[in-house]
């Protein structure tokens, strides 16, 4: 029992993360089911048909050559792994839904936000008719479930497909002695008597690294924390 799957990954005009591109579609297409046999066509295109830079944006993939491409190919479903947020994303999923072929997106986004202008109106409702024309929905957890629902998706169209890691090996690596986390902050150059504090998310706005600073400024007795 296996699967076959290919793999186009549309770089626009900059390679991302080569050579481990195939590598991670190897590790997230299985899912979280065992298969005994997998095989992974894997090919990074770099098309650079459009305005394309490394911001984020829907015009930073714009590839009508898919179009013509799921119109040949004969698939049996269609995964979007980077979501819908690129033009390309957007003409597969018409694509799909016009031929008929199953579409599922996959993403990792989560806590909407909030509608208090036009503009975030017409975002709404964009997404709501995105997610209106996709087959199905690969949730990478419970929060990213919730954000697919609350533009409308069904969730008896959810398929889990979470960001694993090993839980218990990263437990048991972060069960320091006291002199192994001693000599570990004096590795990467921290005073014993100092508090370290491990923000991890991009330094975004959207990310608000700010409530955690305003936070430790109010913190009773944070000293005792060090």
């Known amino acids: 029992l296996g699967f076959r ?27 979280m089911y065992r298969w005994r046999n997998i095989r992974v066509e894997y090919s990074q295109v770099v098309t650079n048909k459009a305005p394309c830079s490394p911001n984020r944006g829907y015009s930073r993939l714009v590839n009508p050559g898919i179009v013509p491409a ?12 980077t979501g819908w947020g690129s033009v390309t994303a957007l003409l597969g999923l018409a694509t799909c839904r016009l031929l008929r072929i199953p ?24 997404i709501k ?19 697919y629902a609350h533009y409308g998706a ?14 218990d090996r990263f437990a048991r690596a972060a069960a320091l002695t006291t002199s192994e986390r001693e000599a570990l902050r004096e590795r990467i150059g921290i005073r014993p008597d100092a508090m370290a504090i491990l923000f991890s998310a991009k330094l975004v706005p959207r990310k608000d690294p700010f409530t955690l600073l305003r936070a430790f400024e109010r913190m009773r007795h944070r000293a005792r924390a060090a």
């Open 154 to 167: 069904g969730r008896d169209t959810f398929f889990l497909l979470p960001w694993a890691i090993d839980n």
């Open 70 to 81: 799921l119109a040949r190919g004969r698939y049996d479903a269609v995964i979007f792994f």
């Open 103 to 126: 579409s599922f997106l996959y993403g990792d986004s989560s806590l909407p936000p909030p509608v208090d202008s036009a503009r975030a109106a017409m975002r709404a409702g964009v």
């Open 129 to 147: 008719a995105i997610f209106g024309m996709t087959t199905g929905f690969m949730v990478s957890g419970t929060r990213n479930a919730d954000y």
């Open 5 to 31: 799957c290919k793999a186009l990954d549309d770089a626009g005009a900059y390679l991302r993360y080569e050579p481990l591109g195939g590598a991670i579609w190897v590790q997230v297409s299985p899912g």
